[in-house]
């Protein structure tokens, strides 16, 4: 390490067992390597729990509660279920490992704290303080202090936002004040999508770009590079991974594969457990850590999701990739605006998929990855310009 190599503290909210949030912790901490800083995520062991209990408060006491039921119900329901069935319970328990497994031999980790007051101490120790992507911005998140950066206020360090999502298209009015104190505080800012960036400008008046997702700013070399490579599966497949409980999708898929004659892999019992997922698929997977999630993807011939990150992993693999709405627009627990940035942003918007959408019309309908690879590169240059100015400050 060179003498000058500035030190960053990264907070992000890598520990849901969510294959997209731990590979963005992986790749927001190799992406700043590749700017010649130290970087080293936050330890969130020990505060885990308490954010938790911070934000099941939130939703009883706000009048959101409608919006607790809706996102976070069918995953509860789940816990449950675990433990009614020994089979899946068993399963489940062993993706967990699998993933505490690649937090504990993959990621650069402080040491364990049990409360914030605690990372503003470690902060003498650092020169840059930035928060992690994904929706870390939801109000549950922001009224509740979590992901705030409130904590470091009176601390002499740069502080940055990379990428952040609001989860929602529009902040309450009752919360405004709260997010214009938070974006106030922070020296930095970029966010994931364009209905964040009309959110920040309209709150605090601060023109913030759109920058790309950290899975994004790694090339498909150096993710090969990074993460072992593991053959899947010796016949071609479709691999898919559907996080929402849609089963027209499903449906859709399943005439696809018998159209084109493939063979159907799918990572099923994600956010919540949906008990007719199995009869969809040629095979089925649940027990998988976030590498061999990668590979699945890399093996692939191509994609069906409703996750972005998984869309990011496979335009990163140049897979045929296609896209399903996992809410629909008019829900407050939809997720659909980064979707439709990075779908705009690439222009393959007819990667996204509806009701309507003929399977005899995207049959063999390959992307043009010499166009894409381009856009995103592109959209890697600006993000490298943001990054670097806001570690040195400029």
Not at 281 to 310: G, K, M
Request: aromatic fraction near 12%; charged fraction near 25%.
């Amino acid at each position: 390490m060179g003498i000058n190599m500035k030190k960053v503290l990264v907070y992000a909210g890598y520990k849901t067992i969510n294959y997209g949030s731990a590979l963005q912790a992986f790749a927001t901490v190799e992406m700043l390597r590749k700017l010649n800083v130290e970087p080293v995520l936050l330890n969130l062991n020990g505060l885990w729990k308490a954010f938790r209990i911070k934000k099941t408060k939130f939703y009883l006491s706000s009048g959101d509660l409608l919006f607790l039921i809706q996102s976070k119900g069918r995953m509860y329901y789940s816990k449950i279920y675990e433990r009614f069935n020994l089979s899946y319970g068993r399963k489940m328990s062993s993706r967990r490992m699998k993933f505490n497994d690649f937090i504990q031999t993959q990621l650069i980790l402080t040491e364990e704290i049990s409360e914030l007051q605690e990372a503003a101490e470690l902060l003498e120790e650092y020169d840059v303080l930035l928060l992690g992507s994904d929706q870390v911005w939801l109000p549950s998140s922001v009224v509740t202090d979590i992901y705030t950066l409130n904590f470091a206020r009176d601390k002499q360090v740069i502080k940055i936002a990379y990428a952040p999502s609001f989860g929602i298209n529009k902040i309450p009015e009752k919360y405004i004040n709260k997010y214009q104190e938070m974006f106030n505080n922070i020296d930095h800012i970029s966010v994931r999508e364009e209905s964040g960036k009309k959110i920040v400008e309209d709150i605090a008046d601060i023109d913030c770009p759109v920058v790309a997702d950290p899975v994004l700013m790694l090339d498909r070399s150096e993710w090969e590079q990074y993460l072992s490579y593991k053959r899947n599966n010796e016949q071609e497949y479709i691999f898919i991974y559907l996080i929402g409980n849609n089963r027209w999708q499903r449906e859709w898929i399943k005439k696809y594969a018998v159209m084109c004659n493939m063979r159907t892999v799918a990572l099923i019992h994600l956010d919540e457990y949906i008990s007719y997922d199995r009869k969809y698929f040629d095979q089925v997977l649940l027990d998988e850590s976030p590498i061999d999630f990668f590979n699945w993807i890399r093996n692939a011939e191509l994609v069906f999701t409703d996750s972005y990150h998984c869309m990011l992993f496979s335009l990163i693999e140049n897979k045929n990739v296609w896209c399903f709405r996992r809410f629909d627009d008019a829900k407050k627990i939809s997720t659909n605006s980064r979707l439709y940035t990075i779908l705009q942003k690439l222009q393959i918007e007819e990667r996204l998929l509806n009701r309507e959408s003929r399977v005899e019309d995207c049959l063999l309908k390959d992307i043009d990855f010499i166009d894409v690879n381009k856009r995103i590169s592109g959209m890697q240059q600006k993000s490298w310009d943001f990054l670097r100015m806001a570690i040195n400050n400029h």
